[in-house]
């Protein structure tokens, strides 16, 4: 029998999927398991014949990409203001399907990623998901009709598709993402969040992630008004509050319900989510790519909001792999935070336990970044 020597692993933050992230922390290794996590201190007195492995800046459970939109992976990647991007993906609205969406879990796969959140924007990619994924997740189904004479129409459609959706729930399950508080009237948000609230559905949002979004809301001014014009989108009349603000009169915000972007907010704003209950998934790299601002990290932390971290699309991020969206803001964002941002608060997000490093972990299941 060969005897396997144990060795240290350790890394910046090491973090076990549960409890305070550790500076200065460490696993120790025998063969392919973990056989104890613990200081790196404690573990070299204990084991000071064992020689110690540096594994980078992280070592943690398999992290989550909260937020991607799968069926726009062959969307040309782009870089400049938000209102311009939009453009973009209708100019490109022939690339999105499910062939893209393929593209984009294998992709995930590849990175070992432990879950993930998906913006479908068509039925056939909802179906090819339910059926095909190798991940869980959640399938977040895109709803979008600015003109609110057509709320009815368009809810009453959606409805049977998403019952029948939920049916067929397994290792993916299915949400619904009304696209954005200025593309969604306001009887269709209304709508879609009671449906979601009764029906168990979870619900994810486009919500303050362009300053033009906010200037749009507050004053009915910026590149939003050129762009209504232009797409034929019915004259609205704004309500005169901040993004967050509006959803929150609306009754749209809860518990269930997750803020994507979260970026154009002031400490109202983040007081209204924390006190409603929401989660915030943050894409850091898109924010900056599409001139959205910075998010205010400090802010949510200092209300206790989770945050959780995602790519977006491939059309705003130059890869799916969100240790990138950590590894970005590395040293200017506490990298505990960060760490717990990629793994426990995404699984939180889509409702998911999340795994732990113990003793006899695989380490498979142990990520180092
Ligand atoms: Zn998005």
């Known amino acids: 029998?060969?005897?396997?020597?144990?060795?240290i692993w350790s890394a910046e933050v090491v973090y076990l999927g549960f409890g305070t992230p550790m500076l200065r922390g460490g696993l120790l290794v025998v063969g392919e398991h973990v056989a104890m996590a613990g200081g790196l201190e404690e573990l070299r007195r204990a084991y000071p014949d064992a020689p110690i492995r540096s594994k980078g800046k992280a070592l943690t459970p398999p992290v989550v990409n909260a937020h991607a939109h799968l069926d726009l992976s062959r969307l040309p990647y782009f870089r400049g203001r938000y209102?311009?991007?939009?453009?973009?993906?209708i100019a490109h609205g022939s690339a999105r399907g499910v062939e893209a969406a393929r593209q984009g879990l294998e992709e995930l796969q590849r990175l070992s990623v432990g879950a993930f959140g998906d913006i479908v924007a068509r039925g056939e990619v909802m179906d090819w998901l339910l059926e095909e994924s190798?991940?869980?997740?959640?399938?977040?189904?895109?709803?979008?009709?600015?003109?609110?004479?057509?709320?009815?129409?368009i809810f009453e459609a959606i409805k049977p598709r998403l019952l029948a959706w939920k049916k067929r729930e397994g290792r993916v399950r299915v949400g619904i993402s009304p696209h954005a508080p200025h593309t969604v009237s306001a009887p269709l948000l209304q709508k879609t969040a009671e449906f979601a609230?009764?029906?168990?559905?979870?619900?994810?949002?486009h919500v303050a992630e362009s300053p033009d979004e906010r200037e749009y809301l507050e004053r009915a001014k910026g590149s939003f008004v050129e762009f209504n014009?232009?797409?034929?989108?019915?004259?609205?009349?704004?309500?005169?509050v901040s993004p967050i603000r509006y959803l929150a009169d609306l009754g749209v915000l809860g518990p269930g319900v997750t803020v994507v972007h979260g970026v154009?907010?002031?400490?109202?704003?983040?007081?209204?989510?924390?006190?409603?209950?929401?989660?915030?998934?943050?894409?850091?790299?898109?924010?900056?790519?599409?001139?959205?601002?910075?998010?205010?990290?400090?802010?949510?932390?200092?209300?206790?909001?989770?945050?959780?971290l995602g790519t977006d699309s491939r059309g705003s991020s130059p890869d799916l792999n969100v240790k990138n969206e950590a590894l970005h803001l590395w040293g200017k964002v506490d990298p505990?935070?960060?760490?717990?941002?990629?793994?426990?608060?995404?699984?939180?997000?889509?409702?998911?336990?999340?795994?732990?490093?113990?003793?006899?972990?695989?380490?498979?299941?142990?990520?180092?970044w």
């Open 83 to 89: 209102i311009d991007f939009i453009r973009h993906v």
């Open 134 to 153: 190798g991940l869980p997740g959640v399938a977040y189904y895109e709803v979008i009709g600015p003109d609110p004479s057509k709320a009815d129409d």
């Open 264 to 308: 154009q907010v002031d400490e109202g704003d983040v007081q209204i989510l924390a006190q409603a209950g929401c989660w915030v998934v943050s894409c850091p790299r898109s924010n900056e790519g599409l001139e959205c601002g910075e998010f205010p990290w400090a802010l949510y932390l200092k209300h206790g909001v989770e945050v959780a």
């Open 197 to 205: 609230r009764l029906e168990g559905f979870p619900v994810q949002i």
């Open 229 to 240: 014009q232009q797409m034929k989108i019915p004259v609205w009349e704004p309500p005169g």
């Open 336 to 368: 505990r935070v960060l760490v717990r941002a990629a793994t426990r608060s995404g699984y939180r997000v889509l409702g998911l336990e999340t795994p732990r490093i113990t003793r006899g972990t695989h380490l498979s299941q142990v990520e180092s």
């Open 1 to 7: 029998m060969v005897k396997l020597e144990p060795e």
